[in-house]
């Protein structure tokens, strides 16, 4: 494979719920090695953007490729190069916690069973504890074990941090940084936890409903993006390219926006409006999500 | 990695496997034991007289036995790989997708072949050590085509199955339930061997239902 072909790659997606659109002409695509984020609301189509991506869900139009395979025709050799986590964690339930791992060792040639034990050793559960008893976190731990294990060169993880604890959602989230930068993988993910995300993610894209809002690196989003606080005497702001979201909170107004104060001070006055107290914050990545996409 | 695939549905299908051997063997310890005292109380020259005047079914049981293991055994397989969808997990492993579905339908048709194919040499054993021959044969070759409704049912319940849409698994049902009803058609001993082969053809091509389904569940369709 060409090192420089992206990882992942999709094309022009359109896709409709019968007569719900809900992307269209979706592109994107993720270099090797890096770590992208997939934020949005729900019902947005991130689940539905994982399916296409691994071939479980035929788009009306468009394409998408791992490895540079066409995603209804991956080959098993690139179906071993994906560790893929399903949305709610979900496994061969009716395994026990050794029987799993003897299940999936055999098709992995670069499998690591000390990745797994490891991980299960912390749960504090027999060997011959069935999948189906345990509770939600215990078995997203397991399945996360056994991706690990896989030592694939990407990982697609559909809301990964589902039923974690926070001190266990912590461990993941540093393991997965060290797993990714230390052999280079490249990681896909969905979560609801925003705030987990921030220390993870080098990209981050955020789907609003039928297309993409914003693909940026992490950094630039918590580096530029704002939200400007301020009084005024204006009854309303019209939309504004510059500006995210702009509302009454109280007394005081609150908008989002990349731009210096300066900009956002101007674009505010555009229409004549008094423009006073301008405040700038910086935000957490869950507060910029906020702002870009709203609260509602 | 073939093996991994046969020990996955081991796990998913022992008890049920269990239980079809035990419904098996109490069918046949039923259906002997009822020869037996038919040949105790009458004698046999009355019992091997009665059969070739009136033809009556001689074991009944297993007429139905082998498709309840099909449809028991394609619920046992697929009913948890649908659960949660976990069909996604079995097709994103690193093998050809028809490969894996053709280990897994080789695994049940197995089965239920296995099963139908040891307690049908038991039986046959049994006619021929109480009946002259003839009477053993035709008798055996009675329950031939309700033993070949195991592996269709089995083939026609997994197509079922693994549809992913509720209504076109009704709409599935009923031309598999018509199809699978040609099998237990009732008739004299014999007079259903022209039938063997075309209902041998049916198996057959019910194989292949199964791809259609999971290429369906492929396309996300719901």
Known sequence: MN???PVIECRNITHYYGNRLIYENLSFEVQPGKILGLLGKNGTGKTTVINILNGYLK????????????????SPATKGRVGLLLEGHVQHAYFNVRQIERYYSRFFPRWNAGAYFGLIDRLKIAPSQKISTMSCGQRSQVALGLLFAQDPDLLILDDFSMGLDPGYRRLFVEYLREYAAEGG?????TSHIIQDMERLIDDCMILDYGRILLHE??????DRFGRFTFASNAEDFPANPVLWN??????RWETYSFASPEEVREALAANGAEILALNRETLSLEDAFIGLTGKY | MYRSIIYKEWIKTRTATGFIVLAFAAAAIHSFMKIAEDLRLSGAAACWELVIQKDPAMFPLFEYLPAIAGVLAALAQYVPELQSKRLKLT?????????ILLAMSAYGTAVVTLVTAFFGAVLLWGLSANFPAEIAGAS??????????????????SWICLEPRWSRRVLNFIPGALALSLFFMRAKSGAFCPLVPWLGGFMAAAFFFVFQSTARFKDGVQ
């Open chain 1, 246 to 251: 702009t509302a009454r909170v109280g007394s």
């Open chain 1, 3 to 5: 090192p420089d072909m």
């Open chain 1, 217 to 222: 690196p992490t950094s630039r989003i918590l």
């Open chain 1, 185 to 189: 993988k490249t990681v896909f993910l």
């Open chain 2, 140 to 157: 055996f070759r009675r329950l031939l085509p309700g033993f070949m409704a195991g592996p269709s049912a089995y083939f026609l319940a």
């Open chain 1, 59 to 74: 788009p009306r139009s468009g394409v998408c490729r791992l490895f540079g395979e066409e995603m209804d025709r991956l």
């Open chain 2, 91 to 99: 097709l994103h492993l690193p093998l050809k997708e028809d490969a």
